[in-house]
């Protein structure tokens, strides 16, 4: 009976989200009530339950008219109910009153002196389903809503039941301050779980629901909760029942509960007791005739073993017939002989051992590990003539910009093209020399020749092993989310090969490399021999993910030790795992590694992998992914076409320049995707007021309304300061997510000492290139024309050099000449054109070297409104070469190289005196 309950009070919580017991949510069908309410009238037909039967609101109850104890007016009721269901438009607006009866099960007809006593208080139910019997009867499934009392009750015109003026009562919830009730919801929680620990249940997915529901138990859902586990209790007396319903104050109800629930366990806990004492007085008589019982059960399981000569019956049978499987696989399958000789051997001592021995287990799953391996399968590479175009075109469909790397990666795949060209050309040359040897071969001389022949053959395979399988193995460096493991991706649909990643970040045992020995319990392959058990074929493209957070070395070994013979094409070709302890080939494997750092990665480690360096888009490249690939994805995700979304250019480039700071696209795609997801909320409201016309829907998303979808914008834009103003110079700066700016630098004097005061945040490197900055003043003061020879311009000075926006730490040399120039304005009073920036190291000669980051720095100038940027001579092929800055870009900015500081000068001010004298 409990688990019959227990099914009805959880199939009603299941059938509905949590804390639909209460009337607000109640689940209406959307025929008949969408987006409505339910009307609760003062006025309710009655219907007298059966003799000891209550409905509590959120729970089911069938009820049968059969059983009624005033069956005529349950029937009259029911007639009418069903008259009111054959109009669809009346289904679910049909409630009655239901109330329990004092009454005990005589029959009792309408009209009949005496009556039926009812109870005051009762339950509003919604009949959910109603069927008519061959008897003339009704059986109803009740589904209760709420309380209510009686204020009223009187018998229809024709008296064929009863109606009644009634007062609703509404669940309760607990207040935040009423501390009492909150303590006895938590003592109705564990009342609860006593309860169930105390049946002993069996686990099943209603218990557990039930056991969720207890869990979930708060101060909004408490009554509802008591209710359900009132019941949820099949023998829990009238009496007691009778009191919860009508306990309406949610603490009434709650103690009334518990009572019950503590009641309850304590019954339990005796008749444990007595079961248990009844159990040890019969265990002890009948211990000895149940021992005999098993032992004669044994001596006959044996005898009929001995006579039948079986090895234990069905289990014995399913182990041959996987050895018999296991032995098939070792001499059908194409297996190296090393491999073939230690299978064979393995079976045969897997045959010997019994299956209840640990050993068995052990030497079958090694077994298996072994037959799962592709020793010789491998995928045909599709290195036809289309396979360089396809490549192309591959990586063009899937990736935007990355030039240099496409263009690498293209070389790459057109040598394996090429290599495995030539290695069928010499197998075919191999053939040919081998048939003329035949043909030609003598008695005496025959041997010779079949042996030339095998020696050839030898060659042409280490040939062929050194020419097309040692592939070069591939590093991509670039930071986060810039498309590294998409383009190793690239490359194994344009070879047509399996692909499998693995994530090395984290790893720090050398085991997870090298696999396990069998010696230890649970002993496993490496991550390398189960990637080639999973795909299948020994030639796949693996990607090797976040190499440089590779573990070092530490107690469990030095996995990146363990990755120098993974990488290496001298000795990838027998890698030995430990838990196979065969020489596994990974030669044929086309290894792609990824990183977000070189720092990190060793150095022996580092010199086997050819490094390819994936710069951070720019902000016109992410504008271009946005539009062509990120909006049309989240338009799909989001279920809305193309169309029904448009965002303009300025827009999002708005949402990558002021939402996202980052190298990659994966913020920006979350932005995007959370604007498409505003739309698409529109779109809905709007669709489902017009009847799904879609009027008065704006596709297209501004500027101005980003800020109420995205929220506060999160970075501004540097702007170029308008203001000339001696001692403040606009440097450049990257960020090394892909991103540049301009740097304001500022600087001041004051009186005292020649002391170089620097602040906003600044580390090592910049702080030496303020040092050089100052000394290169200094050496060259009079040239200048700051002081007279021999004097010293900041003698009785302090140089405070600051640069703005301290809470962003800056370091690198690459401010250099914008530092020496800030110190010269201001010693000279002179300024200099705010449209004017510039980047570059200087050395204490003042000559100007080269510098990293040019494409986003002068990007980011750009989009700050910068005219002119001065930039070392020997990065004029970062601006003009092919992965160089953007053609509109150098159609706006004017670039000037300088190769020393006197060239900076004479490019600020031409007509400075003493800049003609250059000393070096």
Not at 23 to 41: G, N, T
Not at 502 to 518: C, F, K, P
């Amino acid at each position: 009976m409990f688990e019959a309950a227990v099914a009805v009070a959880c199939a009603t919580w299941t059938d509905r989200a949590w804390g639909t017991a209460f009337i607000q949510h109640i689940r209406i069908e959307p025929k008949a009530m969408m987006s409505r309410k339910l009307y609760l009238p003062n006025s309710l037909p009655l219907m007298a339950l059966s003799p000891r039967s209550i409905v509590l609101p959120g729970l089911i109850h069938r009820f049968s008219t059969a059983q009624s104890i005033e069956p005529e007016r349950a029937v009259g009721l029911l007639d009418y109910v069903f008259e009111k269901m054959q109009d669809e438009d009346e289904v679910d607006k049909v409630l009655v009153g239901v109330v329990p009866v004092k009454n005990d099960g005589t029959k009792i007809t309408a009209g009949e002196e005496g009556g039926v006593e009812m109870c005051e208080v009762g339950c509003v139910a919604r009949i959910i389903r109603l069927e008519r019997t061959d008897d003339e009867h009704y059986t109803a499934v009740l589904e209760g809503i709420s309380r209510f009392r009686i204020q009223s009750t009187q018998p229809t015109p024709n008296e064929i039941f009863l109606t009644a003026k009634v007062q609703h009562i509404f669940e309760q919830h607990i207040q935040p301050t009423d501390i009492a009730a909150h303590a006895l919801l938590e003592r109705l929680r564990t009342s609860a779980d006593k309860l169930l620990t105390a049946m002993k249940l069996p686990t099943t997915t209603i218990t557990r629901r039930l056991k969720e529901i207890i869990g979930k138990t708060n101060a909004t859902n408490a009554g509802a909760v008591a209710d359900l586990i009132v019941g949820m209790l099949a023998d829990i007396e009238f009496k007691d029942k009778l009191k919860v319903l009508d306990a309406w104050p949610i603490t009434e109800r709650l103690q009334t509960v518990i009572d019950i629930l503590e009641s309850r366990v304590e019954k339990l806990k005796v008749e444990e007791d007595i079961k248990g004492s009844v159990q040890d007085s019969l265990q002890k008589r009948s211990r000895e005739f149940y021992l005999r019982q098993q032992l004669e059960a044994i001596r006959n399981e044996l005898a009929a073993t001995k006579k039948t000569g079986t090895k234990g019956g069905k289990d014995d049978e399913e182990d041959e017939d996987d050895l018999a499987a296991l032995k098939k696989k070792i001499e059908t399958g194409t297996l190296p002989p090393e491999v073939k000789k230690v299978c064979t051997r393995e079976l045969k001592r897997l045959q010997q051992i019994p299956p209840q021995q640990a050993e068995h287990n052990l030497i079958h799953t090694y077994l298996s590990t072994l037959l799962s391996i592709p020793w010789t399968q491998g995928t045909e590479d599709k290195v036809d003539k289309e396979m360089v175009a396809r490549a192309r075109k591959i990586m063009d469909e899937d990736h935007y910009g990355l030039g240099r790397v496409k263009k690498r990666l293209v070389e790459f795949l057109a040598v394996v093209r090429l290599k495995a060209l030539n290695t069928s050309a010499i197998a075919g040359a191999l053939a040919n020399e081998k048939m003329e040897g035949d043909a030609i071969s003598v008695p005496k001389k025959g041997e010779k020749s079949v042996t030339d022949v095998k020696a050839g053959q030898r060659g042409v395979e280490e040939r062929k092993h050194t020419t097309a399988d040692r592939a070069p193995i591939l590093l991509l460096v670039g930071p986060p989310g810039v498309g590294k493991t998409s383009l190793a991706r690239s490359v194994a649909s344009a070879l047509g090969r399996k692909f499998h990643r693995i994530s090395l970040g984290g790893v720090r045992d050398e085991a997870e490399i090298r696999g396990h020995r069998r010696t230890y319990v649970g002993a496993l392959p490496g991550v390398l021999v189960q990637a080639l058990r999973k795909v299948q074929v020994n030639n796949p493209v693996i990607l090797l993910d976040e190499i440089d957070k590779l573990g070092q070395r530490s107690h469990n070994g030095d996995p990146s030790a363990a990755m120098l013979e993974v990488l290496d094409p001298e000795q990838n070709w027998s890698f030995t795992d430990h838990y196979v302890a065969l020489p596994v080939d990974l030669s044929k494997v086309l290894f792609i590694a990824t990183a977000n750092s070189l720092e990190t990665i060793p150095a022996a480690l580092l010199d086997r992998m050819e490094t390819i360096e994936v710069p951070g888009y720019t902000y016109p490249e992410k504008l271009k992914i946005a539009q062509k690939y990120l909006v049309p994805k989240q338009c799909a995700a989001n279920g809305l076409r193309p169309e029904q979304v448009v965002l303009g250019e300025d827009v999002v480039t708005k949402v990558a320049t002021g939402w996202t700071r980052e190298a990659g696209v994966r913020g920006l795609e979350r932005e995007l995707g959370s604007v498409v997801r505003a739309k698409a909320v529109q779109y809905a409201e709007v669709h489902d007021k017009d009847g799904g016309r879609g009027y008065g829907y704006d596709p297209v998303v501004k500027a101005e309304d980003l800020e109420k979808i995205l929220g506060v914008q999160k970075f501004v834009d540097e702007i170029a300061e308008r203001v000339h103003r001696p001692g403040v110079i606009t440097g450049l700066a990257y960020s090394g997510s892909g991103n540049g700016g301009i740097l304001l630098i500022e600087a001041t004097d004051m009186a005292g000492s020649g002391r170089l005061q620097l602040t906003g945040n600044l580390k090592e490197v910049i702080k030496e290139s303020a040092q050089v900055a100052l000394s290169w003043v200094k050496s060259n003061a009079s040239v200048l024309g700051l002081c007279a020879e021999g004097e010293n311009p900041v003698k009785e000075r302090d140089i405070h050099i600051h640069c703005p926006a301290g809470a962003i730490p800056k370091d690198g040399p690459s401010a250099g000449i914008a530092m020496t120039l800030a110190i010269i304005s201001l010693l000279s009073h002179r300024r200099v054109d705010p449209h004017t920036a510039m980047t570059g190291e200087m050395t204490l000669r003042g000559s100007v070297l080269p510098i990293g980051g040019v494409k986003e720095k002068v990007i980011g100038a750009h989009r700050a409104g910068i005219t002119k940027v001065l930039l070392p001579a020997w990065n004029r092929k970062d601006v003009e070469g092919e992965d160089g800055v953007p053609e509109d870009v150098r159609n706006d900015v004017r670039f000037v190289y300088v190769k020393t500081m006197w060239d900076v000068l004479r490019e600020m001010w031409p007509d400075f005196s003493g800049i003609h004298v250059a000393r070096l």
